[in-house]
């Protein structure tokens, strides 16, 4: 994880871009609002979000005609499979990975930052590394 806190790196770069250009009102005492802006960017771009919300939508209109809970149900999860199967993920690995990469280098206290979890995870997936390592090139 040393990648990402060289002050040359791109994601270091990219962390003095963002901080740059905060609002004035913002910067005193920014808190977590710019880690809550990169983490819901990402949650925005997840394939997943919107595969799920395929998936309720399915579920929730078939219920609503009548059908039978169970069956509703699987039809909504097998409709949100076959959408993520669609969807795929476009590129947006890489996209997700920089927004969440950035937040320790932004936030003023990652200690207590509220996508604390969600980065730490992120950043511990076994494939990380080698994403942060072709990204620096």
Same mark, same amino acid.
């Given at each position: 994880?040393?990648?990402?806190?060289?002050?040359?790196?791109?994601?270091?770069?990219?962390?003095?871009?963002?901080?740059?250009?905060?609002?004035?009102?913002?910067?005193?005492?920014?808190?977590?609002?710019?880690?809550? #802006?990169?983490?819901?960017?990402?949650?925005?771009?997840?394939? /997943?979000?919107?595969?799920?919300?395929?998936?309720?939508? #399915?579920?929730?209109?078939?219920?609503?005609? /009548?059908?039978?809970?169970?069956?509703?149900?699987?039809?909504?999860?097998?409709?949100?499979?076959?959408?993520?199967?669609?969807?795929?993920?476009?590129?947006?690995?890489?996209?997700?990975?920089?927004?969440? #990469?950035?937040?320790? *280098?932004?936030?003023?206290?990652?200690?207590?930052?509220?996508?604390?979890? #969600?980065?730490?995870?992120?950043? *511990?997936?076994?494939?990380?590394? /080698?994403?942060?390592?072709?990204?620096?090139?």
């Amino acid at each position: 994880m040393a990648i990402i806190f060289k002050p040359d790196s791109v994601y270091g770069v990219a962390a003095d871009e963002l901080l740059k250009r905060v609002p004035w009102h913002r910067r005193p005492s920014r808190g977590h609002w710019l880690c809550k #802006v990169l983490e819901d960017a990402s949650k925005a771009i997840d394939p /997943g979000t919107y595969t799920a919300a395929v998936g309720d939508g #399915v579920t929730r209109t078939l219920r609503d005609a /009548g059908m039978p809970e169970f069956a509703a149900t699987v039809l909504g999860k097998s409709a949100a499979f076959g959408a993520g199967r669609a969807i795929g993920t476009v590129g947006t690995d890489q996209i997700i990975l920089g927004l969440r #990469v950035v937040v320790p *280098l932004v936030c003023p206290a990652f200690e207590r930052c509220p996508a604390q979890a #969600v980065v730490c995870t992120t950043l *511990l997936k076994p494939e990380v590394e /080698g994403l942060l390592r072709d990204a620096r090139r």
